[in-house]
């Protein structure tokens, strides 16, 4: 199958799928591995080149201009933000190119509900074997792999079904946003179309949601980028550059945020998050 290239500019392949906000890229040899809507990709990057190959090449690069959010121009949003302070001037030049991705708002929700105190490697098993046991098989290579399922062909599945998926006590939380959806309870297309704070108290509602899961939802599926989210490594070092490595509780490190970053505070963060989680900073 041949590849087709496409030119990319501000944009670091590895820091936007290695930064935490996804959890079913796999780095295959030259090639991240992953699966986008209906197909699987494997991609990699050689300067401004994007190579791909899909396992479905239908309009593929829409699909991975839109997923890569590639027609948002970051040049402008990282010269505007590096003037900020030096704090972050450091950590987006340590970490220029990262992109937030356009992900799949139920599988978002879903991931995000995985992901309460737990690790990547666990939650990345998790959404995976969800995906084996209810998502549709799609073959790249010989290989097979499975696209996230969607709420009807999760709506039959058990509480303990999602706790065999090694999702612990966050199974009742999955089974019961399954269902609400499902039963229309929910409208996921109406919600993605909210503002911004009726969409988080939407999120809020969700059992096993919470402001951290919320904030990285619309973060990482809806490019909603004034909200920052807040967990252990963020807390680390807004302590130690904006804190003097004192004790602030989540509400100063909140209101730091919304003062002085502002509608670009979601992209600030993931540069902070990427730079203290690797030792950048």
């Not at 040049?75 to 030049?93: H, T």
């Not at 209810?134 to 010989?142: A, F, N, P």
Request: glycine share 4%; proline share 2%; charged share 30%.
């Amino acid at each position: 199958m041949k590849e087709i290239q496409l030119k990319v500019d501000c944009f670091n392949l590895k820091y936007t799928l290695e930064c935490g906000q996804c959890f079913r890229w796999k780095k295959e040899e030259q090639y991240y591995v992953g699966v986008i809507k209906d197909r699987v990709i494997k991609i990699r990057q050689d300067k401004d080149m994007l190579y791909i190959i899909g396992s479905n090449m239908d309009n593929i690069k829409n699909v991975i201009t839109e997923y890569f959010n590639l027609d948002t121009d970051y040049n402008e949003i990282e010269k505007r933000i590096i003037l900020v302070d030096e704090n972050v001037k450091r950590a987006v030049s340590n970490t220029t190119g990262l992109r937030f991705l356009k992900q799949d708002f139920f599988e978002t929700i879903i991931s995000y509900i995985i992901s309460a105190n737990n690790n990547i490697p666990r939650i990345s098993k998790s959404v995976n074997e969800i995906s084996k046991r209810y998502g549709t098989k799609v073959e790249l290579d010989g290989e097979e792999y499975y696209l996230f399922p969607t709420p009807e062909q999760l709506k039959n599945v058990r509480v303990e079904d999602y706790r065999q998926c090694g999702v612990g006590f966050r199974d009742k939380y999955i089974y019961d946003t399954v269902q609400k959806i499902v039963n229309k309870e929910i409208d996921l297309d109406k919600m993605y179309e909210e503002d911004t704070q009726t969409l988080k108290k939407e999120l809020l509602a969700l059992m096993g949601v919470g402001p951290k899961v919320a904030d990285c939802i619309l973060l990482f599926s809806c490019s909603r980028f004034e909200v920052f989210p807040i967990d252990t490594w963020i807390e680390k070092i807004m302590r130690k550059l904006y804190f003097d490595n004192k004790e602030a509780t989540k509400k100063q490190i909140q209101h730091y945020a919304d003062e002085n970053f502002k509608s670009d505070a979601g992209i600030i963060q993931q540069h902070l998050f990427y730079n203290i989680r690797e030792g950048m900073i």
